[in-house]
Nanobody, 128 residues
Framework: QVQLVESGGGLVQAGGSLRLSCAAS????????VGWFRQAPGKEREFVAA????????TYTDSVKVRFTISRDTAKNTVYLQMNSLKSEDTAVYYC?????????????????????WGQGTQVTVSS
């Protein structure tokens, strides 16, 4: 059974940084992609970034491309999201998710429909 546990959220001032972690367990993740989505109050869940487990191929949404970095540590079964230059519009609950059908070659999917496993989420609040 796949489990994803997020940590690292909190309150930060605009311009600050946070690093989110997603600890994955329950199986080997070869062939998977692991991503981050976020949902702000009153808004739909949106894709933020994802990375393929085996080759570490990343994908970002345009609004975070130069500010956020996704990485993974396969030995620790953990995916990280380093968030720099945070803005008030980054305030949301951030969810970690895993796509078991990602494969080994193509970049990770940006559609939440492809992600079968989800964590409980961690709150990120950016004060202006």
């Amino acid at each position: 059974q796949v489990q994803l546990v997020e940590s690292g959220g909190g309150l930060v001032q605009a311009g600050g940084s946070l690093r989110l972690s997603c600890a994955a367990s329950g199986r080997t993740f070869s062939g998977y992609a692991v991503g981050w989505f976020r949902q702000a109050p009153g808004k739909e869940r949106e894709f933020v970034a994802a990375i393929t487990w085996d080759r570490g191929i990343p994908t970002y949404t345009d609004s975070v491309k130069v500010r956020f970095t996704i990485s993974r540590d396969t030995a620790k079964n953990t995916v990280y999201l380093q968030m720099n230059s945070l803005k008030s519009e980054d305030t949301a609950v951030y969810y970690c998710a895993a796509d078991p059908s990602a494969g080994f070659i193509r970049p990770p999917s940006t559609s939440f429909r492809d992600y079968e496993y989800w964590g409980q989420g961690t709150q990120v609040t950016v004060s202006s």
